[in-house]
Each structure stands twice: as C-alpha cells, then as structure tokens.
C-alpha cells in the first residue's frame, strides 16, 4: 500500500416516485444521460478528475469534488445507458446505524458519520424516508450474550438512543415478533438510495460537472503524445479508452467501480489484490395481506465469522416488506438470476481469489446458504423463529442483488473499506476504491468527504 494512504484502511478497496429532477436534467427511459443546462459540454474529452463509476459513492465523490474545487473540469464514467443501477439500485434500502463494525474502523467511523449525513441531506433535498427502527432480536438463549457484546460495541462506536429490551418492550415495538431479548436501534431507516444517488448527480451537474453515460472502460494508459492541435500539450497525460475505442484524457481518476473495482485497478496497472468475488443475496417479499405482520427492520443477531448480517425483514419505502437475504456466490459479476453465467467471471473467482480455501473453511456455511436458496421452506422455518405467523403461503420469491465482496489470497473476507493508489506514472495519479461493501450507501457522503480529502492531499489540487 501506499504510505500516504495506510491510515485510510488495512487494505485498499436505493422512495418511489418522481426523483425531483427538472425535465432538461432527467434522462428518458431507457436513454443515455445528458447534461444539465449550465454543464459542461457532452463532447468535452479532457478533465482534471475524472471518476469511474456512476454508483452511490462514485457520484458523492464527484458531487464533494466539484462542490470544494468548482474551478476544476470533472467528469464521472458509468459504463451502463442509466446511473446507480447496480449495487446502488439492487439493495434493501436501510439506513444503518453503525452497530456492527469493529470499533475504530472505517466502516464504524463513517457508517455514524454518513447516517447523520444521509438524513440531514434528505431534508434539505426533500427526499423521503422513514426512520422506521431496527430490533436486533436474540431468540436462543445461547445469543444473549452475542447480543450484550454487540449493545456494547454500538455504544463504543457512538451510535445513539440504543437499549438492550426485554419481551415484554418487544411485542410494543413489534406484536407479532418473538424474541427473549433485543437491541432496540431507534435511528435506523429506510430510503431508496438510487433516488439519493441521483440526487447527487443532479447537484454534480448543476455544479458544472460532467456525466457520460455507456461508456465502458477498457484501457487506462499514459498518453504517448499530445493530441493532435492541443494548445494543452500534455496537461492531461492519461488516457481512458472505452470499449467502442472512445477516449477521454485527464489528469487524475477516482475510481469507484464496485464488481470491477479489482479489474479497473489492475487496468491501471495498480495491483489487483484484494479480489472481487461476487455474492447474490435473493429477497423474498411478504404478500401484501401479510405487511401487518412487520412494523420496522427485524434482524438477527449476527454471526461475527461472517460479513452478511443474516435473513432479516425490512420495510421499503413503498410499503412492501422485504425478507432476507440470504448469501450464495453468484455465478456472474452482475448476475442477479440464480442462471446468470460468466465464464470470465468464474475463471477469475476459482484461478485468481481465494475463494477455494474460503469453501474449506466455510463449507458448511455455504451450503446451508445454497439450500434455502433452492427450497423456500428452510428461508420460513428460519424467518418463523421471529414471526411464527408466517408461512410459506405468505410469500413470493423477490428481487436479487449482488454484493462486490473483496477476498484476499488466504481466503479471508476483507471486512473494512479500502482505499489504495499505486506507483508509477498512474499509479501516482489514481485513487482507488477497492471494497466498499454495506454500509457503503448509508456512508456514502462520509465516504466522499473522506476521498476529496485524501485526493486534495495526493493531487495537490
């Protein structure tokens, strides 16, 4: 790892409705973005910064970018016709509290520091949301104490208002829910964060930055030469060439590009470690006759082995209720049907990460995992602990996302955010988001504060 950039980590790296976008700046269905009135041109080729990727993070990254350098050209790469569409758009929709992460983490620092953040930037943009609650409930005697260390991490890590919560408070907050024991998280919410994603777009632009949509990058390089007739010669030296052969030049990159955060990386010749392995997580939803049973977001209590938090009921912003979910490895990058293949994809998984010795350790895990995916009884036998009304006739097979879950060479799952950059000429010139798992949109303008400030620092801007 860089030496400047050992503090940031141990390693490197979605309300219905209209989204409060004027008619200029909104793309139509199905269409490629353009610019707002007042952006720069969309045939402009070279920038200062440019960002790669149009998720959550990467688009507060360019919005705190271009709201503390207003002077400097930025430009934000999405490879996809429409922004947020991946892990952005295809996630439960919570606003987490922060109770999870080891203390003094980035994950715990920055999941407190965006909730706060996320809420109070809702407010001013008039975004909705629901600060609905969170119980982590213990129903085996053998999780209480799991439970109390977990009450007593979220109060190192400065969450708010928790309480630990007998029975007897648990059916007041959720009647029909069963449990001995639970930790009550007041300030957890809901939102749909591709509407807060393109929020933040919408500010981008309307600061003058620039958005360029199916572009696809295939080639980081340093320009040979200046282009042709440039009166900049070699002011901006790298050159990002897409799939079509379609260049943009600049002067430093962000990338933030989640699934291919590894691939990008190594395209700019920076180290591929960690790996990306990607893991679906399939919903179930709650028939609408059955909403009743829910109030706000019921979780188990966690198993520390692992990252995923565990089948959980979670309300939407639409008023369904989302259950789940679950964790299996996804057979493609961006595959969210249980069919989805890539062979790239999983040549990459099996020869390049460490996912084989993560089987070793973790088989039975794994396979209790694929057999509720495959027989919906064994998901209700698991979600009937907290709710014994429900049965399978209640619900409907839901949608599906799919977590970038970076994977180091021993098979561990890397649990931090990382950040990292390289050496050489791009190297010294890029910054890199390496894992930025959840709570990554709940963190997103912590995040982007924090990576303003590191490229402010590194670039010298």
């Known amino acids: 790892m860089v030496p400047a950039l050992r503090y940031l980590g141990s390693v490197c790296g979605l309300a219905r409705g209209g989204f409060g976008f004027s008619a200029a700046c909104a793309p139509a269905p199905g269409k490629p973005w353009l610019l707002c009135q007042g952006g720069r041109r969309a045939s402009t080729s070279s920038f200062d910064v440019v960002i790669i990727g149009g998720g959550i993070v990467g688009l507060a990254s360019a919005r705190a970018l271009i709201l503390r350098h207003p002077a400097l050209s930025i430009g934000v790469l999405e490879k996809e016709k429409d922004l947020?569409?991946?892990?952005?758009?295809?996630n439960s929709g919570v606003i987490h509290s922060g109770i999870?992460?080891?203390?003094?983490?980035?994950?715990?620092?920055?999941?407190?520091?965006?909730?706060?953040?996320?809420?109070?930037?809702?407010n001013q943009k008039g975004?909705?949301?629901?600060?609905?609650g969170k119980l982590i409930v213990a129903v085996e005697q053998e999780e209480i104490p799991r439970l109390k260390a977990l009450y007593e991490r979220g109060l190192q890590n400065g969450v708010q208002d928790l309480r630990l919560i007998q029975q007897e408070d648990i059916k007041k907050k959720e009647p029909y829910c069963r449990g001995l024991m639970a930790i009550d998280c007041p300030h957890t919410g809901i939102v749909d964060y591709q509407q807060v994603a393109l929020s933040f777009a919408q500010d981008f632009q309307e600061a003058g930055g620039s958005v360029l949509t199916n572009f696809e990058v295939e080639d980081i390089e340093m320009a040979k030469e200046s282009p042709s007739r440039s009166k900049d010669g070699m002011k901006y030296p790298i050159v990002i060439r897409n799939t079509k052969g379609?260049?943009?030049?600049?002067?430093?990159?962000?990338?933030?590009?989640?699934?291919?955060?590894?691939?990008?990386?190594?395209?700019?010749?920076?180290?591929?470690?960690?790996?990306?392995?990607?893991?679906?997580?399939?919903?179930?939803l709650l028939k609408p006759e059955k909403r009743y049973l829910v109030k706000g977001n019921i979780y188990p209590v966690p198993d520390s082995r692992f990252p995923f938090l565990g089948v959980h009921f979670t309300p939407r912003m639409d008023g369904s209720i989302w259950l789940g979910p679950n964790a299996v490895l996804a057979f493609k990058r961006e595959g969210y049907r249980p069919f989805d293949f890539s062979a790239r994809d999983i040549m990459d998984i099996i020869i390049k990460s460490g996912l084989i010795k993560l089987v070793f350790q973790n088989f039975s895990y794994g396979v209790n995992e694929m057999y509720k995916a495959c027989f919906l009884s064994a998901t209700?036998?698991?979600?009937?602990?907290?709710?014994?009304?429900?049965?399978?006739?209640?619900?409907?097979?839901?949608?599906?996302g799919v977590r970038a879950q970076a994977l180091d060479r021993d098979g561990n799952l890397v649990e931090d955010f990382v950040f990292d950059g390289g050496v050489g000429d791009i190297g010294n010139r890029i910054l890199h988001v390496r894992n930025a798992p959840s709570p990554a949109a709940t963190s997103s303008l912590a995040i982007s504060g924090m990576i303003a400030d590191e490229v402010q620092q590194r670039f010298e801007l």
């Open 246 to 284: 379609e260049e943009v030049r600049c002067q430093y990159v962000v990338t933030c590009a989640g699934l291919h955060s590894d691939r990008i990386s190594e395209l700019s010749g920076c180290s591929p470690n960690p790996r990306i392995v990607p893991f679906r997580g399939d919903y179930l």
């Open 380 to 400: 209700v036998k698991h979600l009937q602990k907290f709710i014994p009304e429900i049965t399978i006739s209640d619900i409907l097979r839901g949608p599906a």
């Open 84 to 90: 947020a569409i991946h892990q952005t758009g295809h």
């Open 100 to 122: 999870y992460y080891k203390p003094e983490s980035l994950k715990a620092k920055l999941c407190v520091q965006g909730a706060a953040l996320i809420y109070e930037y809702c």
């Open 127 to 132: 975004i909705s949301y629901k600060q609905c």
